[in-house]
């Protein structure tokens, strides 16, 4: 297994995260191929210097989901701090990625994880109420931004 910090150019290391989170996300089947702790850590290490900036999308989608939750859940007080924080976490995810774009793909990621745990303790999802032919599906963030955008 390559170390990251012995990469000579940028294909190598997005081929690398992208072994990283393909293995994560669909387990690996060979004991063999998990990656060391110390390699982790410098992919971690790598990963915190790169400087990110959010696309245009990717703030429409975390602005419109603040609306939506404010609107469908007054009682759960979402304080206006909570864009900055789903945009924080919006640039870890692309950080993650090694992507210096936050894109719409980052944004709901976030926002499915959030509005997750939000679920748990106001109940239902809002994300059945914005778009219900999506089920959770945000691949088609379009519908959940002409949603929000309409008047209640």
């Not at 790169?50 to 939750?69: G, H, M, P, R, W």
Request: net charge negative.
């Amino acid at each position: 297994m390559p170390f990251i910090l012995d990469f000579t150019n940028e294909q190598e290391v997005e081929e690398y995260s992208s072994f990283i989170l393909s293995k994560s996300l669909r387990g690996v089947e060979n004991q063999e191929e998990f990656i060391s702790r110390d390699d982790f850590k410098q992919y971690l290490e790598m990963v915190k210097t790169i400087q990110v900036e959010a696309d245009l999308s990717s703030k429409e989608v975390i602005s419109n989901y603040f609306v939506a939750t404010r609107r469908s859940r007054p009682e759960c007080n979402f304080p206006i701090t909570s864009i900055s924080k789903l945009t924080v976490l919006a640039e870890s995810h692309a950080r993650l990625r090694l992507n210096p774009t936050v894109t719409h793909e980052d944004a709901i990621a976030v926002i499915r994880l959030y509005e997750q745990s939000m679920s748990y303790v106001y109940g239902k999802s809002i994300c059945t109420t914005v778009a219900p032919q999506m089920e959770m599906d945000f691949e088609q963030p379009a519908q959940v931004i002409s949603y929000t955008k309409s008047p209640p």
